[in-house]
């Protein structure tokens, strides 16, 4: 049998995936068919690995199968829909029996291409299609596409014992479909890792080869490869018997069909189905409310006997309400008690809803029909919706010309009532669109757009009622006549616009709605309030403008706050005497590269803000001019490029920060630099080494410029050792991120902690290793407590290129920071060294400083800058005692922890990029004593035109963000979105119809690591 596995490659080499794969083919820009992500071997292993390194332990569900490699998902986890329909095409042809698709992107009403190719394709060449039905959460219809699919075999995710996950997707399909169809394990899954990838290094290979992660990507292909043993067994079986024996033959659980399909899938049961529901479930659809005249419905449950034996069925039902209850009897009947089934024919059974019966619980119900005799029992699930109250709301949309509008996007996003989650995006090319949505209250936001071509944006205008009440049937006319123009300008007419940034959010209770636009400029851009004006305080409104002058000067400004109603139309000319001059001194010690600055403005009690970052040649300097008004603080930071990525955007190789965002004075100056010698570990408030229970960790960043500012790099290799009472506990690859951690004895002992890293002289001439190591005394702790660390610091003056002048004398303080510091101080010791470290010299240490003599010209260390090497040995007073209960604990990210600059605020933790490849996309990481396996949040800005953009209240990356969050079921880029179309990225709480999670619409592997 042929297992296809579309997804992020796979590793052929790892022991338990040798000779399993028979072919193999590339279908993204990728360099070949490799697994660098590990998801892609992960799944292909829990379908039919072999167990071999593991000796057997983790043996695939179907270990006699083969593998169809199949890349659809590039190295960083995603993919388009050309290359996932490719493909599937390309699976097919290459004759497999099954395909796996652990993926997947947000549903829409219509069939898109994927779920058309699954259905043609399981028609037309009997393949089973087993599908992930994604990672959103308790919400309700979150299944994404192509899970979506009528045909696909959708799988939902249970833990070791058979409680639904958390993170698996619920139905029902946007159709009113059950799906998913059944369940399998999908929580901490053992499976064959990619050595290498981004999953064996975030999570860790436990034991050396193998990663445990949960999702229902690890679900589906536990039913891929019992449909494998099925097919062995039954050669002729198409897809449609296929997933009629695994449904009808699955283990009931404590749930009802849209969480958990028909139940568990139960491999051994399935193998001797010979009796089968066809179609595996039945849904009755939506019953409008009022529910007074509503007609019972009927529909035909059929059988299906595969085998040569007639076979009675005895029958009978059970049906739950919304609410978990027993539905009120006669809501679901059977037409009979019993049905025979002749052997290779068929026999119906009638099933009966009435929805009338529900008197005022409304919401779907559901029954499961039980069909037991012949030594077997098919198991059917069955759903209805009953409409809660809704009622229409007809939208009329207006271009500037007062005609019907083609090209528009409307937004109807449900705070209140029955509406409080749901989202719904109408539209009908004819400029007037029905939609039929709960009762309860809305923020209805719409955007018309100037050109008729939605792939050419010249102007729009922004409409929106921050709070519409829906009662009854609603009527809201969109006039793009009625708005007004918005106009920032700032003092310098040679500053050119350069980016732009316009947000509306409505608070409640417990989320934040926030809607905004990217734009190249505010030219051809209007706005209109519409509805009544919003008096409790939930209202904020915020205008971000970005303009750049030449290769060194910028403006960045933000203005905004609580408003009771929004702006209809806005004008804001900044003044000279508004604003502050930050100069920036951009460094870097080797030639040829490039970087920016860029601030983020934060407003109390904000949304969020945007970031301009213009690339230029390093070493240099930029003068960032910014905006002083209502409280806004900067975020301010610097990255070192290495490249372009495959989408034409810098790599970031190195980052860093000012630290927590810095509130200037209008009309002032103020001056910085970033990314200068001397490089080395930072302690603060926030960084250090800690200690929780009996877990020791380190939290602090080695690569701290010569100015303080957190930050770090790419970096070749990492080693980290402890050692307690002499020996060795054990060693990681984290230069002291905070990922890595060492589990020791709860008694009291000395311990010594060393890390060395290194990184390249292409990223950085000074500083390319940094070896560290600490001593100290712990015993197990009741929180997370600081351990005793001391550092020192060198404030040496240098370039921007991190050189000091040849053959002169220099001073340079000397700075203990951490336990040692102040008052603790015993003694502090510097040495000095002019051959790269291969001898040292004692200096002397006179009032916090020493004195050194820098080479002459032409005796330059290969590796360093002209300055010499130093180290510092810091002893402690004997009053200092080890930290212990009661010292300060660290429960949240550090305050000055780097933040990327993004166009929405951002709280996602996206994977980290590879610290071992300076190609790696995203920032460098930062150290976060607070994270386990988590990474600051990145973000790109990307050349907008005119985007319009949504999101909930988990905040979201940017647009073209490096990464999406993890956990989060894959979406997919079903076209490529021009600019001045409409953008979106919907967050918490779930919309109705679930728009794309990653923001440009890419789909990504369904697991939640």
Same mark, same amino acid.
């Given at each position: 049998?042929?297992?296809?596995?579309?997804?992020?490659g796979?590793?052929?080499?790892?022991?338990?995936l040798?000779?399993?794969v028979?072919?193999?083919?590339?279908?993204?820009?990728?360099?070949?068919?490799?697994?660098?992500?590990g998801?892609?071997?992960?799944?292909?292993?829990?379908?039919?690995?072999?167990?071999?390194?593991?000796?057997g332990?983790?043996?695939?569900?179907?270990?006699?199968?083969?593998?169809l490699?199949?890349?659809?998902?590039?190295?960083?986890?995603?993919?388009?829909?050309?290359?996932?329909?490719?493909?599937?095409?390309?699976?097919?042809?290459?004759g497999?029996d099954?395909?796996?698709l652990?993926?997947?992107?947000?549903?829409?009403?219509?069939?898109?291409?994927?779920?058309?190719?699954?259905?043609?394709?399981?028609?037309?060449?009997g393949?089973?299609?087993?599908?992930?039905?994604?990672?959103?959460?308790?919400?309700?219809?979150?299944?994404?596409?192509?899970?979506?699919?009528?045909?696909?075999l959708?799988?939902?995710?249970?833990?070791?014992?058979?409680?639904?996950?958390?993170?698996?997707?619920?139905?029902?399909?946007?159709?009113?479909?059950?799906?998913?169809?059944v369940?399998a394990?999908?929580?901490d899954i053992?499976?064959?890792?990619?050595?290498?990838?981004?999953?064996?290094?975030?999570e860790g290979?436990k034991?050396?080869?193998?990663?445990?992660?949960?999702?229902?990507?690890?679900?589906?292909?536990h039913?891929?490869?019992?449909?494998?043993?099925?097919?062995?067994?039954?050669?002729?079986?198409?897809?449609?018997?296929?997933?009629?024996?695994?449904?009808?033959?699955?283990?009931?659980g404590?749930?009802?069909?849209?969480?958990?399909g028909?139940?568990?899938?139960?491999?051994?049961?399935?193998?001797?189905?010979t009796?089968?529901a066809?179609?595996?479930?039945?849904?009755?659809?939506?019953?409008?409310?009022?529910?007074?005249?509503d007609?019972?419905?009927?529909?035909q449950?059929?059988?299906?006997?595969?085998?040569?034996?007639d076979?009675?069925?005895?029958?009978?039902?059970?049906?739950?309400?919304?609410?978990?209850?027993?539905?009120?009897?006669?809501f679901f009947?059977?037409?009979?008690?019993?049905?025979?089934?002749?052997a290779?024919?068929?026999?119906?059974?009638?099933?009966?809803?009435?929805?009338?019966?529900?008197?005022?619980?409304?919401?779907?119900?559901?029954?499961?029909?039980?069909?037991?005799?012949?030594?077997?029992?098919v198991?059917?699930?069955?759903?209805?919706?009953?409409e809660?109250?809704?009622?229409?709301?007809?939208?009329?949309?207006?271009?500037?010309?007062?005609?019907?509008?083609?090209?528009?996007?409307?937004?109807?996003?449900?705070?209140?009532?029955a509406?409080?989650?749901?989202?719904?995006s109408?539209?009908?090319?004819?400029?007037?669109?029905?939609?039929?949505?709960p009762?309860?209250?809305y923020?209805?936001?719409?955007a018309?757009y100037?050109s008729?071509?939605?792939?050419?944006?010249?102007?729009?205008?922004?409409?929106?009622?921050?709070?519409?009440?829906?009662?009854?049937?609603?009527?809201?006319?969109?006039?793009?006549?009625?708005?007004e123009?918005?106009?920032?300008?700032?003092?310098?007419?040679a500053?050119?616009p350069?980016?732009?940034?316009?947000?509306?959010?409505?608070?409640?209770a417990?989320?934040?709605?926030?809607f905004?636009?990217?734009?190249?400029?505010y030219e051809?851009?209007?706005?209109r309030?519409l509805?009544?004006?919003?008096?409790?305080g939930?209202?904020?409104?915020?205008?971000?403008?970005?303009?750049?002058?030449?290769?060194t000067e910028?403006y960045?400004?933000?203005?905004?706050?609580?408003?009771?109603?929004?702006?209809?139309?806005?004008?804001?000319?900044y003044?000279?005497?508004?604003?502050?001059?930050?100069?920036?001194g951009?460094?870097?010690s080797?030639?040829g590269k490039?970087?920016?600055?860029s601030?983020v403005?934060?407003?109390?009690?904000?949304?969020?803000g945007?970031?301009?970052?213009?690339?230029?040649?390093?070493?240099?300097?930029?003068?960032?001019?910014l905006s002083t008004?209502?409280?806004?603080?900067?975020?301010?930071?610097?990255e070192?490029?290495?490249?372009?990525?495959?989408?034409?955007?810098?790599?970031?190789e190195?980052?860093?920060?000012?630290?927590a965002?810095?509130?200037?004075?209008?009309g002032?100056?103020?001056?910085?630099?970033?990314?200068?010698?001397?490089?080395?570990?930072?302690?603060?408030?926030?960084?250090g080494?800690?200690?929780?229970g009996?877990?020791?960790?380190?939290?602090?960043?080695?690569?701290?410029?010569?100015?303080?500012?957190?930050?770090?790099?790419?970096?070749?290799?990492?080693?980290?050792?402890?050692?307690?009472?002499?020996?060795?506990?054990?060693?990681?690859?984290?230069?002291?991120?905070?990922?890595?951690?060492?589990?020791?004895?709860?008694?009291?002992?000395?311990?010594?902690?060393?890390?060395?890293v290194?990184?390249?002289?292409?990223?950085?001439?000074?500083?390319?290793r940094?070896?560290?190591?600490?001593?100290?005394?712990?015993?197990?702790?009741?929180?997370?407590?600081?351990?005793p660390?001391?550092?020192?610091?060198?404030?040496?003056?240098?370039a921007?290129?991190?050189?000091?002048?040849?053959?002169?004398?220099?001073?340079?303080?000397?700075?203990?920071?951490?336990?040692?510091?102040?008052?603790?101080l015993?003694?502090?010791?510097?040495?000095?060294?002019?051959?790269?470290?291969?001898?040292?010299k004692?200096t002397?240490?006179?009032?916090g400083?020493?004195?050194v003599?820098?080479?002459?010209k032409?005796?330059?260390s290969?590796?360093a800058?002209s300055?010499?090497?130093?180290?510092?040995t810091?002893?402690?007073?004997?009053s200092?005692?080890?930290?212990?209960a009661g010292?300060?604990t660290?429960?949240?990210?550090?305050?000055?922890?780097?933040?990327?600059?993004?166009?929405t605020?951002?709280?996602? @933790? +996206?994977?980290? #990029?590879? &610290?071992?490849? %300076? /190609? =790696?996309?995203g920032?460098?990481?930062? *150290?976060? !004593?607070?994270?386990?396996?988590?990474?600051?949040?990145?973000?790109?800005?990307?050349?907008?035109?005119?985007?319009?953009?949504?999101?909930?209240?988990a905040?979201r990356?940017?647009?073209?963000?490096?990464?999406?969050?993890r956990?989060?079921?894959?979406?997919?880029?079903?076209?490529?979105?021009?600019?001045?179309?409409?953008?979106? @990225? +919907?967050?918490? #709480?779930? &919309?109705a119809? %679930? /728009? =794309?999670?990653?923001p440009?619409?890419? *789909?990504? !592997?369904?697991?939640?690591?």
């Open positions: 049998m042929k297992i296809a596995v579309l997804d992020t796979v590793d052929a080499t790892h022991p338990d040798k000779n399993q028979v072919a193999a083919k590339n279908f993204t820009p990728a360099p070949d068919a490799g697994d660098r992500y998801h892609g071997t992960h799944v292909a292993s829990i379908a039919a690995g072999t167990g071999a390194k593991g000796g332990r983790f043996k695939g569900v179907a270990p006699g199968a083969k593998l490699n199949g890349k659809v998902l590039d190295d960083e986890g995603f993919g388009d829909d050309s290359g996932i329909l490719a493909g599937m095409e390309w699976a097919a042809a290459q497999a099954i395909v796996n652990s993926l997947g992107g947000g549903d829409t009403p219509e069939i898109d291409p994927l779920e058309a190719q699954v259905n043609k394709l399981s028609e037309e060449k393949i089973l299609f087993a599908i992930a039905a994604g990672n959103e959460g308790d919400g309700e219809r979150t299944v994404g596409s192509p899970g979506s699919a009528a045909a696909a959708t799988v939902g995710a249970v833990d070791g014992k058979d409680r639904l996950a958390g993170f698996s997707s619920r139905g029902p399909g946007l159709d009113g479909a059950v799906k998913p169809d369940t394990p999908g929580v053992t499976a064959a890792s990619a050595k290498g990838s981004v999953i064996a290094r975030e290979e034991p050396a080869g193998y990663v445990t992660i949960s999702g229902t990507s690890m679900a589906t292909p039913v891929a490869g019992a449909a494998a043993l099925l097919k062995q067994q039954h050669p002729d079986w198409t897809y449609a018997e296929l997933k009629g024996a695994l449904t009808g033959s699955a283990k009931a404590p749930y009802p069909p849209f969480q958990q028909s139940g568990r899938i139960q491999a051994d049961k399935a193998g001797k189905q009796v089968i066809d179609p595996v479930s039945l849904s009755f659809g939506l019953q409008q409310w009022p529910h007074t005249d007609k019972p419905v009927t529909r449950l059929t059988y299906r006997n595969l085998g040569s034996t076979v009675t069925l005895k029958l009978a039902s059970t049906a739950t309400d919304p609410k978990g209850k027993a539905a009120p009897a006669g009947t059977l037409g009979a008690d019993q049905v025979t089934v002749p290779g024919g068929k026999a119906s059974v009638d099933l009966t809803v009435d929805t009338r019966l529900g008197g005022t619980v409304d919401g779907a119900y559901s029954a499961y029909v039980t069909a037991t005799g012949g030594g077997q029992s198991r059917t699930a069955a759903a209805v919706e009953r809660v109250e809704s009622y229409d709301v007809t939208v009329k949309a207006l271009g500037r010309n007062g005609k019907p509008a083609r090209n528009y996007s409307v937004d109807l996003a449900g705070l209140s009532g509406a409080a989650g749901q989202w719904f109408p539209y009908d090319a004819d400029g007037t669109v029905t939609v039929r949505v009762k309860g209250g923020v209805l936001n719409s018309i100037v008729p071509d939605p792939e050419v944006y010249r102007g729009a205008d922004w409409l929106a009622q921050p709070r519409l009440n829906v009662t009854g049937k609603t009527t809201v006319t969109l006039d793009a006549r009625t708005a123009p918005v106009r920032l300008t700032v003092p310098d007419k500053a050119k350069a980016f732009a940034s316009a947000d509306f959010a409505v608070e409640t417990d989320s934040v709605y926030a905004g636009w990217w734009l190249d400029s051809g851009f209007r706005t309030h509805g009544p004006r919003v008096t409790d939930s209202l904020y409104q915020q205008w971000d403008g970005h303009w750049t002058k030449g290769s910028q960045d400004t933000v203005a905004g706050g609580p408003v009771q109603q929004l702006a209809t139309g806005y004008t804001r000319h003044k000279k005497g508004d604003l502050a001059t930050l100069k920036t951009l460094g870097a080797v030639r490039q970087g920016a600055v601030a403005g934060m407003l109390p009690g904000g949304i969020g945007s970031s301009l970052g213009i690339p230029r040649s390093l070493p240099g300097t930029r003068t960032l001019h008004q209502a409280g806004v603080r900067w975020d301010v930071s610097f070192q490029y290495g490249g372009k990525d495959a989408d034409g955007f810098p790599i970031s190195a980052f860093y920060t000012l630290g965002p810095q509130k200037y004075t209008a002032k100056s103020y001056a910085t630099t970033f990314n200068t010698a001397v490089f080395g570990p930072r302690l603060t408030s926030e960084f080494l800690f200690r929780e009996n877990t020791i960790t380190g939290a602090l960043p080695l690569f701290a410029d010569g100015k303080g500012h957190a930050g770090s790099s790419v970096f070749s290799s990492a080693s980290t050792t402890l050692y307690r009472n002499g020996k060795k506990v054990g060693s990681h690859k984290d230069p002291l991120l905070g990922d890595g951690e060492f589990t020791v004895p709860s008694g009291d002992a000395a311990y010594r902690l060393t890390t060395s290194k990184r390249s002289a292409k990223v950085a001439a000074a500083s390319t940094i070896d560290a190591s600490w001593t100290f005394r712990s015993k197990k702790t009741a929180d997370l407590t600081r351990l660390a001391s550092t020192a610091r060198f404030g040496a003056a240098t921007l290129d991190s050189t000091v002048p040849a053959g002169r004398t220099a001073t340079i303080p000397v700075t203990v920071e951490g336990a040692a510091a102040g008052k603790n015993k003694s502090l010791t510097v040495y000095v060294s002019y051959d790269s470290g291969k001898t040292w004692k002397k240490v006179a009032k400083k020493i004195t003599k820098n080479p002459a032409g005796r330059r290969p590796s800058p300055s010499p090497t130093r180290r510092a810091r002893r402690r007073s004997r200092t005692t080890p930290a212990r010292d300060p660290v429960s949240g990210p550090p305050g000055d922890l780097p933040r990327r600059a993004v166009l605020p951002s709280a996602a @933790s +996206p994977p980290r #990029p590879s &610290p071992s490849s %300076p /190609a =790696a996309a920032p460098p990481p930062t *150290p976060n !004593p607070a994270r386990r396996g988590t990474s600051p949040a990145t973000g790109r800005r990307r050349p907008p035109g005119g985007r319009s953009r949504r999101t909930g209240s905040p990356p940017a647009d073209d963000a490096a990464a999406s969050r956990g989060s079921s894959p979406s997919r880029r079903a076209r490529p979105t021009a600019a001045g179309t409409p953008r979106s @990225s +919907p967050t918490v #709480p779930r &919309p119809r %679930p /728009a =794309a999670d990653r440009d619409g890419s *789909p990504r !592997p369904c697991a939640d690591n």
